[in-house]
């Protein structure tokens, strides 16, 4: 049965000018797309939904800053799509929020599974999401060695560091897909993240303080 999943399960990682990250995630028995941040422009994660012939059925924002959420509308224009994002972001976020997720909520599209994770600290209403239970899309929360800021409007340490506790209690084995090309690499398991992300291994808030 999981062998099937991950068949049917695609996940293509775009980039968006500098050095934000979409994510495109599909089903290959149902065609239905799912883009995790259109960024600031959304015209190659557009291009790429139409040139695999899928049907976008869901747009969700890791959290509402304008390099991840900024193109909603356009997105919006061009597809029939609903919008999914935490409620304490979406007041921020460029149209309307058709699907709040809190913590733990969980959305099937076709064969693919996607659950919900709220990890405040970069913004108050920043989540997390594990596609299939194999990737971890973290928006801005966690970067491959290191992790979002907190000194932004709605940014908060102690949130952070609560944030990233609850990631390190995640699996070694899923794969971490960050918001922002900031890494020595593009993607990276988890497992090798706890071992080498300065903001992972960080035992106490205090020394996460003073490294953050
Ligand atoms: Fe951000």
């Keep these: 049965m999981l062998q099937k999943q991950l068949l049917l399960m695609v ?12 994510y495109l995630v599909y089903c290959e028995e149902t065609k239905q797309s799912a883009l995790v941040d259109p960024g600031s422009n959304a015209s190659r994660a557009m291009k790429r939904n139409g040139e695999l012939n899928l049907d976008l059925k869901y747009v969700i924002n890791t ?29 921020k976020i460029p149209v309307n929020i058709d699907i709040f997720v809190a913590d733990g909520e969980i959305i099937n599209m076709g064969s693919v599974q996607m659950k919900f994770i709220h990890t405040p600290g ?34 908060s340490n102690e949130q952070m560091y609560a944030s990233l506790l609850k990631l390190k209690s995640l699996p070694d084995d899923l794969i ?16 090798n993240q706890k071992k080498v992300n300065k903001t992972l291994i960080a035992d106490s808030l205090d020394v996460f303080s003073e490294i953050s």
């Design 63 to 91: 959290h509402h800053h304008y390099d991840h959420a900024g193109d909603n509308i356009r997105v919006k224009e061009a597809n029939d799509c609903k919008f999914i994002a935490s409620r304490m972001d979406s007041e």
């Design 11 to 22: 996940i293509e990682q775009i980039l968006v000018g500098q050095d934000n990250f979409s």
């Design 176 to 191: 971490v897909y960050p918001g922002h090309d900031y890494g020595d690499k593009v993607f990276d398991d988890l497992g």
């Design 122 to 155: 970069h913004t108050s209403g920043g989540i997390c999401v594990i596609v299939d239970d194999k990737y971890l899309l973290t928006g801005d929360t966690l970067f491959i060695g290191d992790c979002g800021r907190t000194d932004l409007p709605g940014g």
